[in-house]
């Protein structure tokens, strides 16, 4: 059973800077899609971005440029550094994943979650 554990939420004005962190165990492969996915109120659950073993991260356009994804060992932890925060960032940031498939995915089609972290950014 994969587990994934989130820290680094937090507040920050806009302009700003967080780093999420997804503590994720259970599993010794690379055969892991981890993805960090947000839901504001009102709105649908949505990717963010998401990693793959070697393939290159998947960003939401809304986020390119601005957030990276990285997983230093492929079996440990998953960060998320957010830079240049926007008011219409804040949400709850949940860590999830899958395995296998790490393209062309809905939010839905994560089957691992974290318990979500908040981030607000303040304007």
């Known amino acids: 059973q994969i587990q994934l554990h989130e820290s680094g939420g937090g507040s920050v004005q806009a302009g700003g800077s967080l780093r999420l962190s997804c503590s994720a165990s259970?599993?010794?492969?690379?055969?892991?899609?981890i993805g960090w996915l947000r839901q504001a109120p009102g709105k649908p659950r949505e990717i963010v971005a998401s990693?793959?073993?070697?393939?290159?991260?998947y960003y939401a356009d809304s986020v390119k440029g601005r957030f990276t994804i990285s997983q230093p060992n492929v079996q440990n932890t998953v960060y998320m550094e957010m830079n240049s925060l926007k008011p219409e960032d804040t949400a709850m940031y949940y860590c999830?994943?899958?395995?296998?498939?790490?393209?062309?995915?809905?939010?839905?089609?994560?089957?691992?979650w974290g318990q979500g972290i908040q981030v607000t950014v303040s304007s």
């Open positions: 999830a994943a899958r395995r296998w498939v790490c393209r062309g995915l809905k939010a839905t089609d994560f089957i691992y």
């Open positions: 259970g599993y010794t492969d690379s055969s892991i899609c």
């Open positions: 990693i793959y073993s070697r393939a290159r991260p």
